[in-house]
């Protein structure tokens, strides 16, 4: 196993850099560099010396173990003054040493996932951990970090061998006297992973908003003020904004943090008849785009105005300029502008609620899939017993469908357990 290094902080000049090491050579390569090995987890200052023994660093220096380390390896870290030069001559170093590699990108983290320190799913919450930019995607990355998404999968699947015992028990006495009838235990059991499950696929389409951003549309009439209103929101001169109608042509879109929720402010055409066909496309793309959104914000000129395009469910309807007449909010001014922020996010956060652990698209195909499953196991089971054997083997692939939510895909060990806990007595 090659021993692999990296810059483990950002790039650039900073007030510290760490410098990871991991693998079978890690604590070598500090004996080497630093003349001993400090004792393992016991930050150590260090003089770092490169190959001719010529002084790189004053250093922090840290050891893990192997077994006791992030990567499950032994680790070694270096925390360098953060100047690019110290940075790229001990990297350069430890390059020169045998059995040394730069890491891959998510190296370590794959070493953690093989090594077991970590499951699929919390390796997919580290990743989207380290993307967070707003607090409810923090929020959502450490649930699914801290395991949450294996604890459901562990819940579900304890119920699912229960019922699978349940079956097997109801086959392997079926040529014998007559079994107690364990369907409503069965059947109850299934319904309720089931239920469970649904609601883990309905939140997961709001989970990955929260990943990837939820999208609200400025739409309204031409000259309504929508991308001086936009320029408010971002607090930045994003759109072009004039007193010439038709100005915004194409869909302007600007990603912002609005009281933690990752936001895609969309500014559309002006929506008016118009002959000029640029404008007329800008047009038909802002509509398109307004209806696809999570939430519009339609801005009026005039309170009562027709907008061109009807506000629907949550869609908030205010009238623009209240500067210079009556009005609700005032891009120009700021005016109103933290009661509208209220109002989207105050929607937003009603939507991001009930979301489970179900992040990404992965999750929600195995979901969908044990799902189907369930649904096939309830079928044969309402055939009868006959089709009992055909009952367990689909709830089998159900629990093999979560089984890959975390990256567990043996099916021996399912068979382990089922008779590990279910004496058939026999
Ligand atoms: N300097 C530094 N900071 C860091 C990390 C790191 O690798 N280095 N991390 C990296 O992402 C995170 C912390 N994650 C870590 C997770 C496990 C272990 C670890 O050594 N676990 C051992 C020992 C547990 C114990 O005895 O307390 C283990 O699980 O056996 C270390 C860091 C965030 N901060
Ligand atoms: N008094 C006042 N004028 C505003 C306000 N918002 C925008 N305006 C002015 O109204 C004109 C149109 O503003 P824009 O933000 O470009 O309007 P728009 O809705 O994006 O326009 P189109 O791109 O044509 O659809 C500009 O002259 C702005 O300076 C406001 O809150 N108060």
Same mark, same amino acid.
């Given at each position: 196993m090659d021993t692999i290094f990296a810059l483990a902080t950002a790039r650039g000049k900073a007030g510290v850099a760490v410098?990871?090491?991991?693998?079978?050579?890690?604590?070598?390569?500090?004996?080497?560099?630093?003349?001993?090995?400090?004792?393992?987890r016991q930050a150590s200052i260090r003089a770092v010396?490169?190959?001719?023994? @010529?002084?790189?660093? *004053?250093? #922090?220096?840290?050891?893990?173990?192997?077994?006791?380390?992030?990567? !499950?390896?032994? /680790? $070694?870290?270096?925390?360098?003054?953060?100047?690019?030069a110290i940075v790229a001559s001990v990297l350069r170093r430890l390059g020169e040493f045998d059995g040394l590699r730069l890491a891959e990108p998510g190296e370590f983290t794959r070493r953690a996932l093989e090594n077991d320190r970590l499951d699929l799913a919390r390796v997919e919450g580290l990743s989207d951990l380290i993307e967070a930019e707003t607090e409810a995607q923090r929020v959502q990355a450490m649930r699914v970090f801290s395991g949450a998404l294996g604890e459901k999968v562990e819940a579900w699947r304890a119920k699912l061998i229960r019922a699978s015992a349940l079956i097997e028990a109801t086959i392997d006495f079926a040529d014998e006297e007559v079994p107690e009838d364990v369907t409503p235990e069965v059947s109850a059991l299934l319904a309720e992973v089931r @239920?469970?499950?649904? *609601?883990? #696929?309905?939140?997961?389409?709001?989970?990955?908003?929260?990943?990837? !951003?939820?999208? /609200? $549309?400025?739409v309204g009439a031409t000259n309504a003020g929508k991308s001086t209103l936009l320029n408010r929101l971002a607090g930045r001169d994003a759109a072009i904004t004039s007193e010439v109608a038709g100005t915004t042509r194409d869909v302007i879109e600007v990603r912002m943090d609005l009281k933690g929720l990752p936001v895609t402010v969309l500014d559309t055409a002006g929506l008016r008849e118009t002959t000029d066909v640029v404008e007329t496309l800008g047009i038909d793309r802002a509509r398109q785009r307004a209806e696809r959104a999570d939430l519009?914000?339609?801005?009026?000129?005039?309170?009562?105005?027709?907008?061109g395009l009807?506000?629907?469910?949550?869609?908030?309807?205010?009238?623009?300029?209240?500067?210079?007449?009556?009005?609700?909010?005032?891009?120009?001014?700021?005016?109103?502008?933290?009661?509208?922020?209220?109002?989207?996010?105050?929607v937003l956060e009603r939507r991001a609620s009930g979301v489970? /652990? $179900?992040?990404?698209?992965?999750?929600?195909?195995?979901?969908?899939?044990?799902v189907a499953f369930l649904d096939g196991t309830m079928a044969e089971l309402s055939s009868g017993i006959e089709t009992a054997d055909m009952a367990a083997e689909r709830m089998r692939l159900a629990i093999v469908a979560l089984d890959s939510l975390v990256g567990r895909v043996d099916v021996e060990h399912i068979l382990d357990e089922i008779f590990a806990n279910f004496c058939l007595g026999k």
């Open positions: 410098v990871r090491v991991s693998g079978p050579r890690a604590f070598a390569v500090v004996e080497a560099m630093c003349g001993d090995v400090p004792p393992p010396r490169d190959g001719d023994r @010529a002084l790189v660093d *004053e250093a #922090l220096i840290l050891v893990f173990a192997e077994g006791h380390s992030f990567t !499950g390896e032994a /680790v $070694a870290e270096f925390h360098l003054h953060g100047s690019p @239920a469970s499950l649904r *609601e883990e #696929l309905d939140g997961s389409q709001v989970a990955e908003r929260i990943r990837d !951003g939820f999208e /609200v $549309a400025i519009r914000v339609f801005l009026l000129s005039a309170p009562g105005e027709e907008p009807s506000p629907q469910g949550d869609d908030i309807v205010v009238v623009g300029k209240s500067d210079s007449g009556v009005g609700d909010v005032s891009g120009k001014t700021g005016a109103g502008v933290d009661g509208l922020v209220d109002r989207i996010t105050s489970g /652990v $179900a992040i990404r698209d992965r999750h929600r195909r195995a979901l969908a899939e044990a």
